[in-house]
């Protein structure tokens, strides 16, 4: 051993690829941070990791914790990059991915069109033999079709094959059976079963998740089997992991072999980011808000917890139904609204913000790239929110005259001034985001002035304070680094899988056997799976969550139950259901609790990363000051700024709004009366009343 | 803060507030909702109302709810109009046509006034079809009711909650004359609880913002819809267009539509008596069915408002079908509604071919089938809206399986679900591709679907139209098929059904479910040879009729 241990995360955008690297010293417990971005290689991905980690100065060989997200696997579903897909079905059933739900959410459009199946219906086949909802079977699983359907799916080009049967979430033997002989007819074609991804029902989402993930698998099997051939070819010999949906990370091989689990991957690690970063500060009810260039996402942690579901949508908005990806992902709601959100006026002179962004190219007006157009960013450079002369960390030489252009422009049309623009754009795009957070707290039943707002991604703190305002949280708070905070958030990750299965059962006498034997079974599946990849027992967690509801109900309320479930603590567990749903909907019921499934999450540590606290520094904040600047607060009027030098700030320091602090990815905006510390982490806490 | 503020970004924040708010109610309705017909089918709606009743915003799953909720609320204004009559705390409820409910009894319109400072300044309110509320039929509609009193309890605008107390009684009496119970029970909370989480976003709103700014904000909005819908209406072809259509049972039923610069005129006074039995709708039914083609017309990614529907004028005449006398039987307004909406589509697709594609399946097509689940011995009921075809447009084919112009964001009960559920079998759930809708673009298919009933002396009640008038196409293409029931009896026989209430079926007969495919655009000949072998391939299309229809030979 060295004497320290090096653990890196890597992070494959569309634009760029991250790299963040934590070099502890086992000595001393002090943390070396390396941070780099180089251009991203499509279609040679695993070159821009290698590239990214030599210009950070991080020699693979030294690595022992590398962590990796990626964008591969919803890049592919949105750009249609996948392979040809055959789908195999139980009879009567092959047009569910095309009969879907009917659903038709903009409805008074009478030209709507439905999302097109990603499989054709001349390559949706179906096979004889039924299960009933029980999981008993009515008729035998009659495969004599089978080496016909394979003839025919390779005569066509297929890559890749999906099974989705009926009721194979109760019992999936006949699914099981069909992907043997498949394997045995046809070796080397990629094949996926529904069961293997969810063992919930619903067969349109389930058969769609099935089909997506055979989409995607060739290409992304392909992109990690050459991304660990290029790390280790390097010489790096410690642990690979891959970021997933649901805040953990899982192994290459695990991921390799459904590969839709990875699809928002990058959401989940600065979600998880903040659950860690909440348990670091003592905060454990966290708002955590992303907002980047073109969107705003938001996610609640509940007492260090966060939410994962697996009622996941691509593609799905008020014009468009969409295609259901039935995985755990981390609850969290995303609205088309990010720095470079365009701001318009329509023909009844509203004004709006989003949900069409500049993008990178040209980007808002003031890029000087061609943008005509105002975006969030202009406006907050207008009202010099955004230094106007260290714009994009200096990087980048703002346009000024092309920001006053766009929004005169908008001024016209509404009839006021450039300022007014602004403020107006800085306003709606506030609400917009409010309405968002709002979405994910007090729509389900939590008062936000219980809860901490953590802010990240490029946009958040310029935002946060006024967002924290509107709603009236305990506090916000910028965590160090919050530009990388999604790469932060992966070295925090654990090994973790959710699992999911749909079972029906009545809470009454003779319950309390079947739920525990239901959990027992989903736990010893985990403890496999972890054994098979040297992970023992003892270093596996569960948290088991049992999905009531009362009879004939539809939605679940998930609760937290506990271990060794028998009859004497079903009255226990219902009255926690009664609570969660009390709290949640206002009222509650007389009639009959019963289980609808359950849902364990099974975790194990990896070697995440231990932070450590520094002490108090004894320099004023005031040596950080870099100057003063008018700055227009929209509803608060235009107060002179100080201006602070984020990379100056220790811990310690204390100092007060109106303030602005300013660092290369950064800009942090505080409004007159907060109360601004930094923490031993180098966090920004900012209360919000002196 | 509260002086008045005009300041338009404060007014439109507070309008968006108002959509996220009845964004709000809907999602906790639907999340709490006992019944599937609700949470699954969301044939529900969810509405923010001034003190007077004027519709501010909407929330809604299906088009059909969004203008009904102004009309209830205006019954309930009118009604208790005395001093005392309306207080903070107070619930209310009606499902009578004849008392401002104007659908049918199953919808129960459940309102709650918004009090700021003592001061009334709006109305929250709900609609959902609930699953069961007596009458003569399970489920409430009986194809054969001569008179509302069959078709169940009637509440003609009462109050149910006083000062947040229930009243005593009156949960007892809508409880014990419905055949569900607990569903009723549990759907009116959720509707409750939507309604008090709508009331307290408004209470919060008006406080923040003061509340003659958050009265200038809803005026504001209802102003901005009208002016949406004016601008739609400069741009439309102006005239008076005419047209009458046969329906399955023979009748014929005429409608004038007038547009001009400022008013769109639906006239329907030219039309048969009411019916004797349930196929009959309330003036306020037929308002909601022009209201929902008018705002497709018009501005259909606008929010609809009061102020949207300003410049439409409805006339009718007391005792036709489609203004029909208490106390007619209304139990199937629905299938009365969409024939509305869909005569004045046919009526305008020649004049304005680029805004209108050709007929769709046209109809709710409500299934509903119960019985005893033969595993849990509780009394079940499947209430079904179906989907199906439709019809094509100039460049495009049609879509494929998607709920009726009146239903919307409407989803379909997965089969794994309804077999769990319901106690029954669901054989197939395919696209059916009966010939129907051939042209240079296609109509889009409807559906096949077996149910298996698995325990002796269950039901079907149905009410399909569309039967045997087919959806219409345009300029040359085929019309499309008819919708209708199978029940297909396990000794072989068979029996084809539109409408029908109480159909007696036992174990292992299969009820099978067609719904029609929409009209095809264009002649068939001249459509892409390509498309014609790839529907073919895909086994929409026989190659025989590919040949006959489309002079493609495979």
């Not at chain 1, 990363?609 to 320099?619: D, F, G, N, R, V």
């Amino acid at each position: 051993m060295s004497g320290k241990t090096i653990r890196v995360a890597t992070d494959v955008g569309g634009t760029f690829t991250d790299l963040v690297c934590f070099e502890t010293d086992h000595a001393t417990g002090e943390a070396r941070i390396v941070t780099a971005k180089s251009d991203t290689t499509p279609p040679n991905f695993e070159q821009g990791v290698l590239n990214v980690l030599e210009k950070g100065g991080v020699d693979p060989k030294s690595i022992d914790f590398l962590a990796h997200g990626t964008t591969v696997v919803i890049n592919a579903l949105t750009e249609r990059k996948g392979v040809k897909v055959g789908l195999i079905t139980t009879e009567g059933f092959r047009d569910s991915i095309e009969i879907a739900r009917g659903n038709r959410p903009d409805f008074f459009n009478l030209h709507y069109v439905k999302p097109e199946p990603f499989v054709p219906r001349y390559l949706r086949r179906e096979v004889g033999g039924r299960l009933s909802y029980k999981g008993e079977e009515m008729r035998p699983l009659d495969l004599s079709a089978l080496p016909a359907i394979v003839a025919d799916f390779k005569a066509d080009g297929v890559q890749a094959v999906a099974v989705s049967f009926l009721h194979s979430y109760a019992d999936p033997s006949h699914e099981e059976r069909t992907l043997a002989e498949l394997k045995r007819l046809w070796p080397e074609v990629a094949t996926v079963a529904s069961h293997q991804i969810t063992r919930e029902w619903r067969e349109y989402e389930r058969t769609n998740t099935a089909v997506l993930s055979a989409y995607v698998q060739p290409t992304a099997e392909r992109y990690l089997t050459r991304l660990k051939d290029g790390v280790t070819g390097k010489g790096f010999a410690g642990s690979l992991y891959i970021m997933q949906s649901n805040c953990g990370v899982d192994t290459l091989d695990s991921v390799s072999k459904i590969p839709i689990t990875m699809v928002e991957s990058g959401p989940a690690s600065g979600f998880w980011g903040a659950a860690e970063l909440g348990k670091l500060i003592g905060e454990k009810n966290v708002l955590a808000l992303d907002i980047g260039g073109t969107t705003a996402k938001c996610s609640l942690i509940e007492n260090g917890q966060v939410k994962i579901m697996t009622d996941y949508w691509i593609e799905r908005n008020q014009t468009s139904a969409g295609y259901p990806i039935m995985v755990p992902v981390v609850d969290l709601v995303e609205i088309g609204n990010g720095g470079g959100s365009i701001a318009w006026v329509d023909n009844f002179s509203k004004l709006h913000v989003g949900p069409q962004s500049a993008g990178a190219m040209p980007g808002p007006a003031a890029y000087g790239r061609g943008g005509t157009k105002a975006t969030t960013t202009d406006a907050n450079l207008w009202l010099g929110r955004i230094n106007r002369d260290y714009f994009c960390g200096g990087d980048v030489i703002a346009d000024m005259k092309a920001t006053e252009t766009a929004l005169t422009e908008l001024g016209e049309k509404l009839g006021t001034s450039a300022d007014d623009v602004a403020r107006g754009i800085v306003r709606i795009a506030n609400n917009n985001m409010v309405n968002a957070l709002k979405l994910v707290s007090l729509n389900r039943g939590h008062d936000p002035r219980d809860f901490t707002l953590v802010a990240f991604g490029g946009g958040g703190a310029m935002h946060a304070v006024a967002l924290g305002q509107e709603l009236g949280v305990k506090k916000v708070v910028i965590p160090a680094g919050a530009s990388v905070f999604s790469a932060w958030g992966m070295m925090m990750s654990d090994l973790r899988r959710d699992y999911f299965v749909t079972k029906l059962a009545d809470l009454k006498t003779g319950a309390g056997a079947v739920i525990e034997g239901l959990f027992a079974e989903t736990e010893a599946l985990a403890l496999k799976q972890f054994g098979a990849e040297s992970i023992g027992a003892d270093k596996v967690k569960f948290l088991r969550y049992g999905k009531f509801r009362y009879q004939n109900q539809e939605h679940t309320t998930e609760v937290l139950v506990g271990s060794d479930i028998s009859d004497a603590k079903l009255a226990e567990i219902e009255a926690a259901f009664h609570e969660t749903y009390e709290r949640e909907y206002t009222y509650r019921l007389k009639a009959p609790v019963e289980l609808v499934g359950i849902h364990v999450v099974a975790s194990a540590e990896v070697g995440k990363l231990t932070m450590q606290e520094k002490p108090k520094s004894a320099t004023p904040a005031s040596a950080a000051v870099k100057g003063t600047r008018k700055v227009d607060y929209a509803l608060e009027g235009i107060h002179d700024a100080t201006i602070y030098d984020g990379t100056k700030l220790e811990p310690g320091m204390a100092f007060s709004g109106p303030a602005v602090i300013e660092d290369p990815g950064t800009t942090v905006v505080i409004h007159p009366g907060n109360r601004v510390e930094i923490d031993g982490f180098g966090n920004i806490h900012i209360h919000i009343k002196a | 803060m509260t002086e008045v503020s005009h300041d338009p970004i404060t007014l439109e924040i507070i309008q968006n507030s108002l959509q996220a708010t009845a964004d709000e109610m809907f999602a906790a309705m639907r999340k709490t909702a006992m019944s599937s017909i609700i949470y699954e089918v969301l044939d529900m709606g969810t509405g923010i109302l001034d003190a007077e009743g004027e519709l501010a915003s909407s929330g809604a799953g299906i088009p059909g709810f969004i203008g009904v909720l102004d009309k209830s609320v205006k019954v309930l204004v009118k009604k208790f109009d005395k001093p005392g009559d309306i207080e903070p705390g107070d619930v209310f409820i009606t499902n009578d046509p004849y008392y401002g409910g104007v659908t049918h009894l199953n919808d129960l319109v459940v309102a709650m006034p918004v009090f700021a400072d003592g001061k009334l300044i709006a109305w929250t309110a709900n609609i959902a079809h609930n699953s069961d509320v007596g009458g003569k039929s399970p489920g409430s509609l009986s194809a054969d009711a001569t008179e509302i009193f069959q078709e169940g309890l009637r509440l003609p605008a009462i109050k149910m909650i006083s000062k947040g107390e229930p009243i005593p009684g009156i949960f007892d009496i809508i409880m014990v004359n419905s055949r569900m119970p607990d569903f009723i029970e549990g759907d009116l909370w959720a509707a409750i609880a939507s309604v008090r989480i709508g009331a307290k976003r408004l209470v919060e709103l008006a406080t923040k913002y003061g509340i003659a700014t958050f009265e200038t904000a809803m005026r504001d909005f209802m102003n901005f819809g009208e002016q949406v819908s004016l601008k739609a209406l400069a741009d439309l072809p102006h005239g008076t267009f005419e047209m009458t259509e046969e329906q399955d049972d023979g009748r014929f039923f005429n409608v004038k539509v007038t547009i001009s610069d400022t008013e769109f005129t639906v006239d329907l006074r030219d039309n048969p008596d009411q019916d004797n039995g349930p196929f009959n709708a309330g003036h306020d039914d037929t308002l909601v069915s022009t209201q929902v083609i008018f705002k497709a017309l018009t501005s259909p990614h606008s929010p609809a408002n009061g102020g949207s529907f300003r410049p439409l004028k409805l006339l009718t005449k007391e005792g036709t079908l489609f203004h029909a006398k208490e106390p007619a039987a209304v139990g199937f307004y629905y299938e009365v509604g969409i024939r509305v909406y869909d005569l004045i589509w046919r009526c305008l697709a020649p004049h304005m071919p680029e805004k209108l594609p050709a007929g769709h399946f046209a109809s709710i097509a409500g299934t509903f089938i119960g019985g005893i689940h033969p595993d849990t011995g509780r009394q079940y009921t499947i209430i079904e809206p179906q989907i199906g075809g439709w019809g094509a447009a100039f460049g495009r084919d049609g879509n494929s399986a998607i709920f009726s112009g009146v239903h919307g964001e409407t989803y379909n009960c997965p089969a794994e679900i309804s077999e769990a559920r319901n106690g029954l079998t669901i054989d197939r759930l395919e696209l059916c591709t009966d010939p129907g809708g051939e042209g240079e673009f296609t109509g889009g298919r409807g559906i096949r679907l077996d149910y298996r009933i698995r325990r002796d002396n269950s039901f079907l009640t149905l009410g399909y139209t569309r039967s045997r008038i087919a959806p219409w196409s345009i300029a040359g293409g085929h019309e499309g098929s008819q919708n209708y029931a199978l029940v297909m009896r396990k000794d072989g026989t068979s029996e084809r059904f539109a409408f029908g209430s109480g159909i007696r079926v036992d174990k292992d007969d299969v009820i099978r479910i067609i719904t029609g495919a929409g009209g095809g655009v264009g002649d068939p000949k001249k459509r892409d040879p390509e498309k014609v072998r790839d529907d073919v391939r895909n086994g929409y299309l026989t190659a025989e009729r590919a040949a006959t229809v489309y002079g493609v030979t495979i």
